[in-house]
């Protein structure tokens, strides 16, 4: 067994274009490791321009020159920016502050269900371990009411580094926009000319992630539009907040549209009880959720690479761990890249022969 590893690392380590993707991919990665949060401005605007480009290629591909394209899909950038920032942040952030105001009201209802538990149920749920939960829930219920009611948006972050992004971060996305194509052939000039093998990944990658991402983005829009319009109809109290959530639950597959139904249904059992309103309001829900995984997901995502549950929750958790919110957002496409590469490095196929059957086909 031993001599087979040995064997195959030898064997791909002589491959001068394997050691050029490794290279490539060892460097990325020690520059997003040390240097991550200097160039988060640079990485940031990146991202948003690799997002941005299928616009611009779009446009283009309607016969209207670069600049033009860049110039529009740029100010409809802007336009979106500004109106998440001043229009929709402020109606979630007083919802939020209300939400939080309600926190000691939330732990007096949640209590007094808990003693009508205990005394239907005594053999399970003693008044012991019901009183031990309700201080932890409270504790940490009454620290994040507290943390919410004492910042404001303006003490979230530095006032000097919120004015550097917002002015640096879409000066450099119009630049990236702009000159694309000059800005990436200064970096492949740096690469050793035998890059084939990483051409060939980046490709297969880039259709995968370019699918999976602007899906992605869509189906939170969706989502979240269409939960926040069935609560705003019912008249749920924080329907904005809530629909929001839900909206980015589906960042996480299988386990967010969970995690949020208990938020969703706290606050309707505390405004209604078990009622005729609460229930139409989770078979709502349920069916917003049902039209997501079974007519949403598979329309936008059909040309997306399908991976295994395991593996799409296995990535979810390893990069989450690693980035945190980016990690979460980037697991699947993080997830592809790794396919990508296993098929690259795959045993019984020298890098001549996989080149060699790409430009066949």
Avoid: C
């Amino acid at each position: 067994m031993e001599s087979k590893i040995v064997a195959w690392f030898k064997r791909k380590t002589e491959d001068p274009q394997a050691v050029v993707l490794l290279m490539v991919l060892f460097s990325i990665s020690l520059i997003i490791y040390y240097f991550g949060r200097l160039l988060a401005p640079i990485l940031i605007a990146i991202v948003l321009a690799y997002l941005l480009e299928w616009a611009v290629r779009t446009l283009e591909h309607r016969k209207m020159p670069r600049l033009a394209s860049v110039i529009i899909v740029f100010l409809g950038f802007i336009g979106l920016s500004l109106f998440l920032i001043f229009g929709l942040m402020p109606l979630i952030w007083v919802q939020l502050e209300n939400l939080a105001s309600e926190v000691p009201a939330i732990v007096t209802k949640g209590q007094l269900l808990l003693q009508q538990l205990t005394k239907e149920y005594p053999t399970y749920i003693t008044q012991e371990s019901i009183q031990e939960v309700t201080n932890e829930i409270g504790a940490a219920l009454g620290n994040l009411g507290k943390f919410v009611l004492s910042i404001s948006l303006a003490s979230l972050m530095n006032l000097a580094a919120v004015l550097i992004y917002m002015i640096l971060v879409p000066l450099l996305v119009f630049f990236f926009l702009k000159d694309k194509q000059l800005i990436t052939a200064w970096a492949a000039s740096y690469l050793p000319k035998e890059r084939d093998l990483v051409k060939r990944v980046w490709e297969e990658v880039n259709q995968q992630i370019g699918n999976y991402i602007r899906g992605k983005l869509l189906e939170i829009v969706i989502v979240g539009v269409a939960t926040y319009g069935v609560f705003l109809f019912m008249g749920l109290n924080y329907s904005l907040l809530l629909g929001v959530l839900v909206g980015f639950s589906v960042l996480i597959p299988y386990i967010g549209a969970a995690v949020v139904t208990l938020p969703v249904a706290v606050i309707a059992y505390l405004q209604w009880g078990w009622g005729a309103d609460f229930s139409y309001l989770l078979i709502a829900y349920l069916v917003v959720q049902a039209i997501d995984g079974n007519i949403i997901v598979p329309l936008l995502f059909s040309e997306a690479v399908s991976l295994h549950p395991v593996a799409i929750i296995g990535s979810v958790l390893i990069f989450g761990g690693l980035w945190g919110f980016w990690g979460v957002f980037f697991a699947i496409p993080l997830a592809t890249l790794v396919k990508a590469l296993i098929t690259a490095f795959q045993d019984g196929n020298s890098t001549e022969e996989l080149v060699a059957e790409q430009q066949q086909i």
